[in-house]
């Protein structure tokens, strides 16, 4: 088994398909801040509670041209690894959706529903998927070299904004990068058929 390394996004995005909720400063999320206290580069949003309510989904695309660039030609997709570097400043986060897609398929919710996001100025990895999980991409959902490369790869989140009782306060989810590593095997190639010569 092989593997490219973890990656990083070439382009950020929102999409209202889920969630009530906008991010501010997505393209925060294209470079990773070792300073956890300076949020102004993070993807960032605030609710007051109550009422409970849903994010936005943010993006981190991956370019199929950099994707081509470290999958071989031949390389067979058996795991991905998802790691989403994430804090909140106040209030209380879980995950909501965390969803990696390509040329219409999408993986399962690889979303951790139970547990809390890190506190206040805190921002932590936390790891999805693995070398040998396939997230869902598999028999007729399976993925390609040839579809990675040409579309491209999209990995989605959408946050859960709670609050802690007692009382209102508002709930922010700071998000400061994203990373997506593929472990491959290469096929094997066919061995080539022996012609034999005859002489006369």
Not at 87 to 108: E, I, P, W
Not at 173 to 187: E, F, G, S
């Amino acid at each position: 088994m092989d593997t490219t390394g973890f990656l990083w996004p070439t382009s950020s995005s929102q999409s209202d398909v889920v969630g009530t909720v906008a991010w501010s400063g997505i393209d925060g999320i294209l470079t990773e801040n070792y300073d956890s206290q300076q949020s102004t580069t993070f993807a960032s949003c605030m609710i007051s509670w109550p009422p409970l309510a849903y994010t936005y989904r943010l993006i981190a695309s991956f370019a199929g041209a950099m994707l081509g660039a470290v999958l071989p030609v031949g390389a067979l997709l058996v795991g991905y690894a998802v790691g989403i570097k994430r804090g909140r400043a106040m209030g209380l986060v879980y995950d909501h959706q965390v969803l990696l897609a390509c040329n219409g398929k999408t993986s399962r919710n690889l979303a951790d529903t139970l547990t809390y996001w890190p506190g206040v100025a805190i921002v932590e990895w936390a790891a999805y998927g693995g070398p040998a999980d396939d997230l869902g991409f598999a028999d007729g959902n399976a993925l390609t070299r040839e579809e990675i490369v040409a579309a491209g790869l999209s990995l989605g989140l959408s946050a859960r904004l709670d609050g802690p009782p007692p009382g209102p306060r508002p709930v922010t989810p700071q998000v400061d990068t994203m990373r997506l590593a593929l472990y491959y095997t290469l096929a094997p190639e066919r061995p080539r058929r022996a012609t034999a010569l005859l002489f006369t």
